[in-house]
């Protein structure tokens, strides 16, 4: 329980600190519309790390490396199916529902071969998923032929990039409602008591009658799921899809899994320290370009920061630097011989 709240407070203090320097730097860091742009960049990443969160929990090596290219497949196949059916400006409703429901089908199945894959093959998870990573990618490229694929701007989909409630970007709002949903789905189901307890002591959960394969399959087949959801919201922020949308993604989303918490070696995450990890990083993101760093710059700070937070918990640093003092156990009498 202290290492969750510690987490929790941790990532807040960030949050609060990258905010004030923002406001330092620049007084329209803080202005409404960069606050609602910033928002809207960050739910394609979240969810993305937050299937990374899921995979890893499942102990064993488990990571999704295959979440963006499933995300920019699953778009790419969406908007080829669904370009021949309708018309996104005479159809603009029903081309926005099947987009959508292709899109989330597409990461499903992508997902569902994953935790197959792993599951009953017994693949190694890192190994497995970037050999599907290659072929999702592939797969994308053969069926765009190599190119962008116009999506448009249908009112629906449009909407979910790019329309506020309540000021906020609807995007986010799905976000945060995904978030919450997966949270509750791993704090009160036995879905998520099996996913940590797998993560912790896979033998135990074995002999415990654990359902190990099926614990896999869901938690790689929600990931994908998540995969598709982020593939919609890029499609909807945008007017294209490309197999290629953002390289850097992958980085990115792990490092937002390991900023919040999740024990590379599973049995441990929590979804509201992702989300909030996912918002230090946005907010990070922010303030390098308003100081004109180039993009490079922003991968190198990431990388130093992923092995940063990666030695941060694998060592114990606050120990050496105010190691905790014990009490002394009193020695026990020693009995005197008798005369």
Not at 38 to 52: C, D, N, R
Not at 102 to 116: E, F, K, M, S
């Amino acid at each position: 329980m202290r290492r969750t709240g510690g987490q929790l407070a941790m990532l807040v203090a960030i949050n609060l600190f990258l905010l004030a320097v923002g406001a330092l730097i620049s007084g329209s860091f803080l202005s409404v519309f960069n606050l609602q742009s910033m928002a809207s960049q960050v739910p394609e990443i979240g969810l993305l790390a937050i299937g990374v969160m899921l995979a890893m929990c499942a102990g064993n090596g488990g990571i999704d490396l295959s979440g963006i290219a499933l995300a920019n497949l699953s778009g790419v196949m969406s908007a080829v199916i669904v370009t021949s059916l309708f018309s996104s400006t005479e159809s603009a409703t029903a081309f926005s529902l099947a987009f959508i429901l292709v899109a989330l089908l597409v990461g499903l199945a992508g997902g569902l071969i994953n935790g197959l894959l792993i599951a009953r093959l017994n693949i190694t998870p890192i190994l497995c998923t970037l050999g599907t990573q290659m072929a999702f990618m592939g797969l994308a490229v053969v069926l765009s032929g190599g190119k962008a694929v116009t999506v448009g701007s249908p009112a629906l989909l449009s909407s979910i990039g790019n329309d506020m409630i309540a000021e906020v970007p609807i995007s986010f709002l799905i976000f945060v409602l995904v978030a919450a949903l997966v949270a509750a789905a791993v704090k009160f189901t036995p879905y998520g008591l099996w996913l940590m307890l797998m993560g912790t002591n896979p033998k135990a959960a074995i002999y415990a009658g654990f359902p190990r394969n099926g614990v896999l399959i869901a938690t790689y087949a929600l990931s994908g799921t998540l995969s598709g959801l982020a593939g919609v919201i890029i499609a909807a922020r945008n007017i294209n899809v490309k197999f290629d949308y953002g390289s850097s993604y992958l980085l990115i989303a792990i490092l937002i899994a390991v900023m919040a918490g999740v024990k590379p070696e599973g049995g441990y995450g929590r979804v509201i320290c992702v989300v909030l990890s996912a918002i230090a990083l946005q907010l990070m993101s922010s303030l390098l370009n308003f100081g004109g760093l180039s993009n490079f710059v922003r991968d190198f700070a990431w990388g130093l920061l992923l092995l940063t937070f990666l030695a941060v918990g694998r060592y114990d640093i606050t120990g050496f630097i105010a190691p905790v003092r014990r009490p002394a156990i009193p020695s026990p009498p020693v009995p005197q011989a008798s005369k």
